[in-house]
């Protein structure tokens, strides 16, 4: 996250706006973009700059603090810091979503103290943008594009897993265990969810709760029953059901 934060000041009196322009200059990481004496001049400068915060008067000529934030598209809108001597808009602003209410005069404790709120404030929106490009990274990683690889959350991690390294694949409650050699991955995902995630030239559904990795397989078993008995190559006995095992065959067949 950039701790630089890129600010717009907007107050239609010269002396308040040198005024807080002093201010910020001793709150480490601000950074003035811009100052705007009415709110046609402020609207513009939203756009030109698209900045993280707006220290906002509400009474200016032409069109005023409310009316500014109605101007600007909810995507684009920055943080805002009312700053006012007025008291009586203050419900108003924080139903407008204000992250604070500087009623003047103000010192530079109180502006500190709005400061440091919108330096929480960015840090909570940065880690929520961050977590949304984790998860459409997720799901692009897990396209049928991406098939040689398996990326899990598990555990409070983010693991990812070549899919010819999986031996096989059970269901377990509302969960599926992806087992890789000695190891094995608790996933929340149904059997069949993860089974159209897998190369379907790959891996076989041998069971209603079990996939299995072709590469694996060392030897079938039959059994009286007319179904069959897998032997994995680490020795690992997998049942195969009958209704399954038209496809299992066919998938050997084709392989060979």
Request: proline letters at 4%; glycine letters at 6%; aromatic letters at 8%.
């Amino acid at each position: 996250m950039n701790t630089e934060i890129r600010s717009i000041i907007a107050d239609d009196e010269p002396l308040a706006r040198e005024k807080l322009r002093i201010l910020l200059a001793s709150e480490q990481g601000i950074r003035v973009v811009a100052e705007c004496r009415d709110g046609r001049q402020t609207i513009a400068a939203l756009r030109e700059y698209q900045p993280d915060l707006l220290l906002l008067d509400i009474q200016m000529p032409v069109v005023d603090g409310f009316q500014v934030l109605k101007a600007i598209p909810e995507g684009q809108m920055p943080l805002v810091i009312f700053t006012t001597a007025y008291d009586h808009y203050a419900i108003r602003a924080f139903e407008e979503q204000a992250l604070d209410y500087l009623l003047k005069p103000f010192d530079q404790e109180r502006l500190h103290r709005a400061i440091q709120r919108t330096r929480a404030e960015l840090l909570k929106l940065h880690n929520g943008q961050s977590a949304r490009q984790m998860f459409d990274f997720l799901g692009r990683a897990n396209t049928r594009s991406n098939r040689d690889r398996l990326v899990v959350k598990t555990g409070g991690r983010v693991v990812f897993l070549d899919t010819h390294e999986i031996d096989w694949i059970e269901a377990d409650s509302n969960y599926v265990r992806v087992h890789v050699g000695k190891e094995s991955y608790l996933v929340r995902e149904s059997i069949g969810g993860i089974y159209d995630r897998l190369d379907p030239s790959q891996f076989v559904r041998v069971h209603r709760s079990i996939i299995a990795n072709i590469c694996k397989i060392q030897e079938l078993q039959p059994c009286n029953t007319g179904e069959y008995i897998l032997i994995l190559k680490d020795g690992k006995h997998l049942p195969c059901s009958r209704g399954y095992r038209t496809g299992l065959l066919q998938l050997i067949n084709d392989d060979h």
